[in-house]
């Protein structure tokens, strides 16, 4: 660890007896408010948030984070102008086409959440080759969140509980929230311990509802442009000060 910032914050880990989260999710916002501040266009805030991402992801591997997932495209941003969906489109190509061998050479596993096979077709194949070269990393988990919305997670999953009930394969009483969880993408990751947003906006956006059920939120002013290494070192730091009750006393 590099920073002022992360010395502290493994310090206060050690005197407190505190635990990292396994799982870290942020709703990576700011991108076009940065931009604006400049007076530039709106994807000088994406190529500055993309660098923000990668040294998100770097300083996860070197603070000992399991899992991080980031929320990179969601079904409503759909709506925003074609122009701009293209842009993010090409962000996207060059972030897997530059950065893929870092991230196998440091043991990250790449992971997608969401229908992004509804992407352009060389942006699928490249997706997948990324995730295919990395399928056997497990220092830490990137999980990147691509036309990914929570409802339509959850409504997937009840689909397929439903199917197997009418194929006579699982009883309605076998339904339980266990039966659901394992629907679900995520299935086998451990559920959100700290979910964190950025840009000052106090709202899920439809990210990850029924995994951040017990997590804990933090919201915080930054654009995500500025958001680094040391930001996310204050974030677990601020993690590690909090009593986590699950409904308990």
Known sequence: MSSEVERRFSTALEANGASLPRHVAIIMDGNGRWAKKRRLP????????????????????????????LYAFSSENWRRPAEEISDLMGLLRRFIIDDIDELAEAGVQLRVI???????????????????????NSKTTLVIALNYGSQNELARGARLLAEQVQRGELSPDAITAEALSQTLYTADLPPVDLLIRTSGERRLSNFLLWQTAYAELLFVDTLWPDF?????AAALADFGRRERRFGGL
């Open 228 to 232: 680094g290494r040391e930001e996310l």
């Open 42 to 69: 709106r994807v000088a805030g994406h190529r500055k948030g993309v660098e923000a991402a990668r040294q998100v992801v770097r300083a996860a591997g070197d603070l000992g984070l399991e899992v991080l997932t």
């Open 114 to 136: 969401g229908d992004y096979q509804a992407f352009q077709a060389d942006v699928v194949r490249l997706i997948d080759d990324a995730i295919a070269r990395t399928e056997g």
